[in-house]
């Protein structure tokens, strides 16, 4: 089964046209936002195939459902927490 990886990390370059309100998130903030991503990421992937796993600050997926379906799935989850990831290629 294919494996992606998703490393989150939060960056603000100011307000965006599609969060004209978007505010600088404190340390702490950003702190929290992360460990909820972690904490509820799996639960995106219900009713699903996928294995979630996390180690080390990255979020690793077994699935066998398509790589942009994934991604989809995992983008929706870190805009609801502000966060953005690198998807790390092995």
């Not at 929290?32 to 996928?50: Q, S």
């Amino acid at each position: 089964m294919p494996s992606f990886k998703y490393e989150p990390y939060y960056e603000y370059s100011g307000p965006t046209r599609a969060d004209p309100f978007r505010e600088l998130l404190s340390d702490e903030e950003v702190q929290r936002n992360r460990e909820w991503f972690f904490a509820h990421i799996d639960g995106c992937f219900a009713g699903t195939d996928a294995v979630v796993a996390i180690a080390d600050g990255i979020v690793s997926i077994e699935t066998n459902m398509p790589e942009v379906d994934c991604d989809d799935i995992v983008k929706r989850h870190l805009n609801a927490f502000d966060l953005f990831a690198r998807k790390i290629r092995e």
